[in-house]
């Protein structure tokens, strides 16, 4: 198939970019004819005070090629010209981020379906007509935007095909009027590759604890959702714990995050390390640690158990999402309720209990980082006939 995957990539950050690039070799690994259609702008600096492209422009994972970027948030007529040039293709697949870029894309859409054009206004006819579909990452966001629902069901609704990582986020989908639902857990991307040795290798290789104090990462940009406040709340109460947060920090979510790390409870066992961490830096930070915590208030899809377990880490996280199904409570990790302090600090304590962290270790699964990919291409290639 003729692919274009119009999406973010490097030297975007975050997970969306890193994972859209990956989307697109693992497509063209599998012998489709790929192009990754991407931004120049992605959106207005209120929605992302901070610095959008990782530092340096240092690729968190190898670049995907070829890639065009003719999309700008705030040039309209960029999206239809990027949509016209799309319509010899047999798939187009838009990757939805935030809803502030749905008129962006429906118009991508439209252009695609139309056919090219010459001049202005002036349509060249065609009876070629490319199936039009999106990955969605967040039927409704993390946070709420004003008219974001609205959106959402616009974009969903002109689908012929909408691929998501849940089946809650299926259940979603269908409620704000996708007609053809397509679901496939998120596949792995690693940023910094595999650790080496990788999986249940690297923990049996690590030296008993003994004494020393439980070493807890929280890891990402920190955001109001993802709980980061309830992990240091919870600490407070369990001196043998120390507690890295490693990411950006803005506004009301960092700050609240600084306030707690003052407490004199805590003093002296929390780390704070402000700021994005490049991919290449994201191995030795997980290796310096013996958890991996993700004490989210709610969730959609993410790799980061993955990410943890392939690293030889056991994970702390909460029912939310997919992290009960990527967590073995008890077995790789622990499990407790979203929003429940009390229960992260009995967490927290039974980590650090004598002996409890290794059995974790020895209950690690073995890392497969292809097989996903091979299910979730056969996926999107399936949103080229569904409609």
């Known amino acids: 198939m003729r692919i274009a995957l119009v999406g973010p990539t490097h030297p975007f950050k975050g997970g ?23 931004w120049s702008r992605m959106y207005p600096q209120a929605l992302y005070p901070g610095d959008p492209v ?7 994972l190898p670049p995907f090629s070829p890639v065009e970027r003719p999309l700008r948030w705030d040039r309209p007529w960029s999206w239809w010209s990027t949509g016209t040039s799309l319509h010899t293709f047999d798939l187009v697949v838009l990757v939805v981020v935030v809803p502030v870029q749905v008129p962006a894309l429906l118009t991508v859409a439209a252009g695609a379906r139309r056919g090219r054009t010459t001049g202005v206004a002036h349509i060249v006819p065609t009876n070629h007509r490319p199936a039009v579909a999106a990955i969605v990452h967040n039927v409704v966001p993390h946070e709420t935007h004003p008219g974001g629902e609205w959106l959402m069901n616009r974009l969903l609704r002109s689908m012929d095909g909408v691929l998501v990582h849940s089946p809650e986020q299926a259940s979603l989908a269908r409620a704000h009027g996708a007609r053809s639902v397509l679901t496939e857990p998120l596949p792995p991307h690693l940023p910094g590759g595999l650790p080496h040795p990788a999986g249940r290798a690297a923990a049996a ?36 714990v120390l507690v890295t947060v490693a990411g950006e920090q803005w506004g009301a979510a960092g700050e609240r995050l600084r306030e707690l790390a003052a407490d004199p409870r805590l003093d002296g066992r929390v780390s704070l390390r402000a700021g ?18 993700l004490p989210y208030r709610h969730a959609t899809a993410s790799q ?19 992290f009960a199904d990527d967590v073995r409570d008890g077995v ?11 229960a992260l600090r009995a967490a927290l ?13 020895a209950g690690l699964p073995e890392v497969d980082v292809e097989k ?16």
């Open 16 to 38: 969306v970019a890193a994972h859209t690039t990956e989307t697109a070799r693992h497509l063209a690994d599998a012998g489709h004819d790929v192009v990754l259609v991407s």
């Open 54 to 60: 990782v530092p340096g422009e240092q690729p968190d």
């Open 205 to 240: 290789a690590r030296p008993p604890r003994a004494d020393a104090p439980l070493r807890v990462l929280a890891l990402g940009m920190v955001r109001e959702y993802k709980g980061f406040d309830l992990l240091l709340e919870a600490a407070d109460g369990v001196p043998d």
């Open 276 to 293: 994005y961490v490049p991919g290449v830096e994201v191995p030795e930070l997980l290796a310096a640690h013996d958890v991996l915590a």
């Open 304 to 322: 980061n158990a993955f990410l943890g377990h392939a690293h030889g880490l056991p994970v702390l996280a909460t029912t939310v999402g997919t």
């Open 332 to 342: 790789d990790g622990l499990l407790v309720p979203p929003g429940d302090v009390p």
């Open 349 to 361: 304590t039974e980590l650090a209990a004598p002996g409890r962290l290794d059995a974790l270790r």
């Open 372 to 387: 996903p990919w091979e299910r979730y291409v056969q996926a999107v290639t399936e949103l080229g006939v569904a409609r």
